[in-house]
């Protein structure tokens, strides 16, 4: 839940063995994933899949979703339509992933996908939100934040990256913020992607280990592995503040990718009456795996 912002220290360490509460150790060194998170991993959090969608089912209609997007922006284009995408959630989550799958046949002209580095000096200075106002779209484009503003209620205070105080006035000030963008045209739309315990070991694991993943692993990684609930505290409190139907989130489980980023995708295309719409290619949204507002997650927890 934000970007990894190494300027400072996390208050505590962690250290290369990472305890769980049910008395487990991980240790990401260690080139051989333990069997108790392989075997748990998928089933995390509960997962309502038993397992990961077929690959030539997923395939098949991730390419019609994909025809659909293209048409929808083409037609967002000729309308000057100006859409913001947000991509919230754990780290490991899926959310780069599911960008990719928007973004692998969308105009590279007219759109594009913001991740942000730590603040500078003079960034630190200014009103919080002013770093991410000269990437909103203009006119027919789409402009997609892998982590965007929310970083303040995620990372930054977890790690202690920013005061409770600060928090809490960007959680009070955000509703604002975001009904301004709504009341300007702006089509804003929140993902919140959430994914077990053992699933997010299994990815940092991985990425400790993959060779082309390995830029991807971080000490804000390292100390997520022991931060976990408190993650989950601040997930929470995230979404009771800053769910409103004017800005409402959208919370995905993505111990699944592949129906992750299908399901996003019908529910972007479901937003929106573009020109050649094809709701039989679209289908039905997995309610199981995605769902408006943290109710989903209160019923799977």
């Not at 300007?184 to 992607?193: A, N, P, S, T």
Request: contains cysteine; aromatic residues 10%.
């Amino acid at each position: 839940m934000g970007n990894h912002d190494d300027s400072k220290p996390a208050k505590d360490d962690s250290s290369k063995k990472d305890r769980k509460d049910n008395g487990h150790v991980f240790d990401l060194d260690d080139p051989k994933l333990p069997k108790w998170v392989a075997d748990n991993a998928f089933a995390s959090g509960g997962y309502p899949h038993a397992k990961p969608l077929d690959d030539e089912e997923f395939e098949t209609t991730l390419t019609r979703l994909q025809i659909e997007l293209v048409k929808l922006q083409q037609w967002a284009i000729a309308k000057g339509e100006r859409i913001l995408l947000l991509f919230e959630g754990r780290d490991a989550a899926g959310k780069g992933s599911a960008i990719g799958a928007f973004r692998q046949y969308m105009s590279p002209r007219r759109t594009r996908v913001i991740a942000l580095d730590k603040p500078s000096e003079t960034e630190r200075g200014q009103w919080y939100f002013q770093r991410y106002v000269p990437h909103l779209p203009s006119a027919g484009d789409a402009v997609l934040f892998d982590r965007s503003w929310y970083n303040r209620a995620g990372v930054e205070r977890v790690m202690n990256f920013c005061t409770p105080e600060q928090t809490e006035l960007f959680l009070k000030e955000v509703p604002r913020f975001e009904d301004m963008l709504v009341d300007e045209g702006i089509r804003l739309v929140k993902f919140y992607i959430e994914i077990g315990r053992e699933m997010q070991l299994k990815r940092f694991h991985e990425r400790r280990h993959d060779p082309l993943k390995v830029w991807k692993i971080s000490s804000i990684d390292h100390a997520a592995i022991q931060k976990y609930d408190d993650y989950t505290a601040a997930r929470d409190r995230m979404l009771e503040m800053t769910h409103r139907d004017n800005a409402p989130w959208t919370v995905a489980l993505g111990n699944d990718k592949k129906r992750l980023k299908l399901n996003a995708l019908r529910h972007l295309l479901g937003l929106f009456d573009y020109a050649g719409k094809d709701r039989k290619a679209i289908g039905e949204i997995d309610e199981s795996v995605l769902g408006r507002g943290p109710s989903l997650l209160t019923r799977r927890e």
